[in-house]
């Protein structure tokens, strides 16, 4: 078996657990032409045009700074609280089609309420309530994350954190941080992710990514994180991955995402079995599965495929996903049994 590859039906029928997905990087083209037309927004009238804005092109730079000017596009197009509810729905029935049975869905209250100027609590509201309506029509089981950018002020991510909390009825298990990893520190954000913590969030960090090994590291010992998003350059200090070993870190990686802001130079060259064979809990994730044109399933092909890593360990990886789900004892016991059954 480990030496064959398998069709992509394979890969859609497999159940699928996924924890690392921006809503704002989930829309879909053709809902931006609606949105557009229906807000007055000036964009190109064509798909292929538009596409050009806010999806990774062939012909782009692959560079972090092109990867995140792609939201700057995006946020245009958060004009009222159908446009947040809609983009939510869609991003899970797109989704549950491609057969995920759980999905950590992320979503950065201040940059879909700044076009308008919506209040936070508002958007978080509007992002709960259809995450929660979507999730019970098609059938997967769906929390949120909120994530926050390194970029931004640190005060907005004070009041996403306290909102958060108070959410977590609502599905809302975690916080993320986001953004430019390469120009901003995580510092500032040490003591909101502490009490983020404290109130019962989980934590998970963008690191490692755009930056180096040393980032993994603080995400760990300074912010708390249980899981690191990407964080595919701890391979670069030995020592930063033992830590994560012991500290039995999970890691969100993304391969196409990586290869398209410029980690690394070619998909073959991804570190993701290197990764495995060291022993660290590696788990299969889209990241911005509009801006990649990918969807997950795709993900898993691509890998088995370009990368040659064997069914046997993909199948581990989705289990590790399921093992690493913010999820309540009881709850997560019941996904693995899920995907374990499969
Ligand atoms: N890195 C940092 N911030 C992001 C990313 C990413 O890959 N995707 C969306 N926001
Ligand atoms: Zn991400």
Sequence with gaps: ????????????????????????????????????????????????????????????????????????????????????????????????????????????????????????????????????????????????????????????????????????ERGIVGMDLAGNEVEFSAIPFKGIFKEAKQAGLQITIHAGEWAGAENVREAIEELGAKRIGHGVRVMEDEQVVALAREHGITFEVCVTSNYQSGVVPSLDAHPIPQMMHANLNVTVDTDDPGISRIDLSHEYRMIREELGVSLESLKECNLQAARSAFLPDDEREALIMIIEKE
């Design 1 to 168: 078996m480990s030496n064959q590859t398998a069709p992509l039906n394979f890969y859609y029928s497999l159940p699928k657990v996924e924890l690392h997905r921006h809503l704002e990087g989930s829309l879909r083209v053709s809902t931006m032409l609606d949105i557009a037309y229906a807000n007055g927004i000036s964009l190109p009238k064509s798909k292929f045009e538009l596409s050009k804005l806010v999806q990774i092109q062939d012909e782009d730079a692959l560079t972090f700074q092109n990867f995140l000017s792609k939201f700057n596009t995006l946020r245009l197009f958060y004009k009222s609280p159908e446009v947040i509810k809609r983009m939510t729905r869609e991003a899970v029935e797109d989704a549950a089609k491609d057969n995920i049975k759980y999905l950590e869905l992320r979503f950065t209250p201040v940059a879909l309420s700044r076009a308008e100027n919506f209040p936070l609590k508002d958007v978080i509201d509007w992002v709960c309530s259809s995450a929660a309506e979507a999730a019970k029509d098609f059938e997967i089981k769906v929390r949120l994350l909120a994530s926050v950018n390194r970029h931004e002020s640190p005060e907005l991510a004070e009041q996403v954190a306290r909102l958060a909390a108070e959410n977590i």
